[in-house]
């Protein structure tokens, strides 16, 4: 995602500014790596990476079948065929017709010692790493005569450090180099943190997202002032480092240091290695990073959970990785909205006499049976988010004939905007039909929530009560004064009329 967001750009400043447009361009690149030490200082990294698994499993084996789809023409001695994981299925038949079974017997060669590394020996050296001088050698002493594609076929490394790059501004551009710079900050974070899910998942550990997001925005800003490409999390590289015996950083700096190597000095060196090496090696990533473990069990679980585990696994092959995590957790979370809404709902209750729905002393039992229906005890538990609204809504309009409405808030942690609008709404409809109002047991975030909506207004302070017991007895005693009062009202002599 990283390299097309530059490439377009790149594209994009070039068009409005001919001249700097490549220097903006690298500008941008330091602004997003500016963008991301400031997600990191924020500790905005905890909220990018709270996904569920089914996310996590089905974009890791997404990944793994794009790593599959793209390795198979360089497996069988064919260029990759533009359009990505559909354009290799479009090119399928061309490629079997036109395989070369020199590069594809390197490939095999190159599995087979993946797949059948004795153990003792990969304790001692990566199988990636046998594979590769293996498939090498055998390329070179073998195949030296036969025509194989090899990494000199891509292009010739130039060996050397790049120029440094001095951030270039102009006025009228600042507004879309900003903004460029912050969504290609936003696309790297979440590309990053997506990897390290991945890394987390292989390695049984626990990344620190806040940490990774100042290491990678200082990379980028690095990046830019060397004149290069903005980079985030690099999943294939992770993995096969991971796969390889890497367990700590000293992996990613040993890959850094070798990448260094080659490009000042090595790069005739690495120009032999064959494509279809490479190519098994990659292949057998992608078979290994697919979770076979969790897809042979998740339809056990529920059809829901496997269905948005396929639909990831879908949207990233053939549509796009922050895409198909998007979608992924929006259903997980509609999904888990719906469940919560249906367990606190039941949290809801409206009592006016004493049964079991909750449990209660036998003093307040005593209290509702001598109101005899005449005071609702409206009681509330659990976090109260917004999908309990309408349980809250439905379960006070249920019952309509009371005198007193009693608010019992004493086990409610949490009150959200859309829950305590709902309790505004039943309290409003109760002071309406006059009736009067005892708020129980709201303190804290809770009592502060409902004053600054304004709800606190509408009760009397008198009614603002810490224990249900007293809310109770005050009830009790608001239905006896009505009724003493409608008693008086009935035994006055009527006025006759003149």
């Given amino acids: 995602p990283m390299t097309v967001i530059v490439t377009a750009v790149i594209a994009e400043l070039m068009a409005v500014n001919p001249e700097s447009g490549l220097a903006m361009a690298f500008t941008v690149v330091m602004m997003a790596g500016i963008f991301q030490i400031l997600f990191g200082v924020l500790r905005l990294g905890k909220y990018i990476t709270m996904l569920p698994y089914n996310?996590?499993?089905?974009?890791?084996?997404?990944?793994?079948?794009?790593?599959?789809?793209?390795?198979?023409?360089?497996?069988i001695g064919q260029e990759?065929?533009?359009?990505?994981?559909?354009?290799?299925?479009?090119?399928?038949p061309n490629l079997i017709a036109n395989i070369n079974p020199w590069e594809t017997l390197l490939g095999l060669i190159t599995l087979g010692i993946l797949f059948f590394c004795p153990a003792k020996l990969k304790k001692l050296v990566p199988p990636q790493l046998v594979a590769l001088v293996i498939g090498t050698a055998i390329s070179l002493i073998f195949f030296g005569n036969i025509e194989i594609r090899t990494i000199a076929t891509i292009g010739?490394?130039?060996?050397?450090?790049?120029?440094?790059?001095?951030?270039?501004?102009?006025?009228?551009?600042?507004?879309?180099?900003?903004?460029?710079?912050m969504v290609l900050g936003m696309v790297g974070s979440i590309d990053c943190l997506l990897t390290c899910l991945v890394s987390d998942s292989l390695t049984r550990t626990e990344h620190k997202s806040n940490k990774e997001l100042i290491s990678q925005g200082v990379a980028n800003l690095i990046?830019?002032?060397?004149?290069?490409?903005?980079?985030?999390?690099?999943?294939?590289?992770?993995?096969?480092?991971?796969?390889?015996?890497?367990?700590?950083?000293?992996?990613?700096i040993s890959r850094a240091l070798a990448l260094l190597i080659v490009v000042l000095w090595a790069a005739p060196l690495t120009s032999g290695i064959p494509l279809a090496v490479l190519a098994g090696i990659v292949l057998k990533v992608?078979?290994?990073?697919?979770?076979?473990?969790?897809?042979?069990?998740?339809?056990?679980?529920?059809?829901?959970?496997?269905?948005?585990?396929?639909?990831?696994?879908i949207l990233t092959v053939f549509v796009d990785l922050m895409v198909a995590v998007a979608v992924g957790v929006f259903i997980a979370n509609i999904l888990t909205i719906e469940r919560l809404e249906e367990m606190q709902s039941q949290s809801v209750k409206a009592i006016t006499d004493a049964d079991d729905k909750i449990v209660m002393t036998d003093e307040e039992k005593q209290i509702l049976e001598l109101a005899n229906g005449r005071v609702l005890l409206f009681h509330l538990s659990g976090p109260m988010i917004f999908?309990?609204?309408?349980?809250?809504?439905?379960?006070?309009?249920?019952?309509?004939?009371?005198?007193?409405l009693i608010v019992d808030?004493?086990?409610?942690?949490?009150?959200?905007?859309?829950?305590?609008?709902?309790?505004?709404?039943?309290?409003?409809e109760a002071i309406d039909a006059g009736r009067d109002i005892i708020m129980v047991g709201a303190t804290g975030?809770?009592?502060?929530?409902?004053?600054?909506?304004?709800?606190?207004?509408?009760?009397?302070?008198?009614?603002?009560?810490?224990?249900?017991?007293?809310?109770?007895?005050?009830?009790?005693?608001?239905?006896?004064?009505?009724?003493?009062?409608?008693?008086?009202?009935?035994?006055?002599?009527?006025?006759?009329?003149?």
């Fill in 55 to 75: 996310v996590i499993s089905g974009f890791m084996t997404g990944i793994g079948v794009i790593l599959i789809f793209l390795q198979i023409a360089p497996f």
């Fill in 223 to 252: 990046t830019g002032l060397c004149g290069g490409i903005a980079g985030s999390g690099a999943t294939t590289a992770t993995v096969v480092s991971i796969q390889a015996g890497g367990r700590t950083a000293v992996a990613g």
């Fill in 286 to 313: 992608g078979i290994d990073i697919i979770d076979w473990g969790f897809l042979k069990r998740v339809h056990n679980i529920s059809w829901k959970a496997a269905g948005i585990v396929y639909s990831v696994v």
């Fill in 445 to 498: 975030k809770v009592k502060r929530r409902l004053e600054k909506l304004g709800i606190s207004g509408l009760i009397a302070e008198n009614y603002w009560m810490g224990d249900r017991l007293t809310a109770l007895k005050a009830g009790l005693q608001i239905v006896k004064q009505k009724q003493s009062s409608s008693y008086k009202n009935l035994q006055k002599p009527a006025v006759p009329s003149s």
């Fill in 80 to 92: 990759t065929p533009p359009g990505g994981v559909i354009g290799v299925i479009k090119a399928f």
């Fill in 156 to 181: 010739e490394i130039t060996p050397g450090l790049p120029q440094l790059q001095m951030p270039t501004f102009t006025a009228e551009n600042l507004r879309l180099m900003f903004v460029n710079a």
């Fill in 409 to 428: 808030l004493s086990e409610v942690p949490i009150l959200g905007v859309t829950s305590s609008l709902a309790i505004e709404n039943s309290i409003q």
């Fill in 387 to 404: 999908g309990v609204a309408k349980a809250i809504s439905r379960e006070h309009s249920a019952i309509s004939n009371y005198d007193v």
